[in-house]
């Protein structure tokens, strides 16, 4: 069993900042890649942030220079720190994890999700 559990999420008036966070625990050997999408209400699900086990990262165009995604890989936790928000990154926020459990299987889960709502 693997779970993910989110924290960090609120209410922030525009410009402001929240940290998201995503812990990963029960049966694992490693972590691959960790990172994080949003939906809007009447969206698709899109990609924000995506770190690899070397800490290689990528953005969505939307999110880049006011976003940052690191890892922890001690405390198998993921952060996106979120700077200059605006209205329009109001979303339910979803971490998901790609790791390689003790049973030697690839696994990939995802959060229950946390909502950030961006005021004007």
């Known amino acids: 069993q693997v779970q993910l559990v989110e924290s960090g999420g609120g209410l922030v008036q525009a410009g402001g900042s929240l940290r998201l966070s995503c812990a990963a625990s029960?049966?694992?050997?490693?972590?691959?890649?960790m990172g994080w999408y949003r939906q809007a209400p009447g969206k698709q699900r899109e990609l924000v942030a995506h770190i690899t086990s070397g800490g290689s990262t990528n953005y969505a165009d939307s999110v880049k220079g006011r976003f940052t995604i690191s890892r922890d890989n001690a405390k198998k936790t993921v952060y996106l720190q979120m700077n200059s928000l605006k209205p329009e990154d109001t979303a339910v926020y979803y971490c998901?994890?790609?790791?390689?459990?003790?049973?030697?299987?690839?696994?990939?889960?995802w959060g229950q999700g946390t909502q950030v709502t961006v005021s004007s």
């Open positions: 998901y994890v790609d790791l390689i459990t003790l049973y030697s299987s690839r696994y990939e889960t």
């Open positions: 029960g049966v694992i050997f490693s972590i691959n890649a």
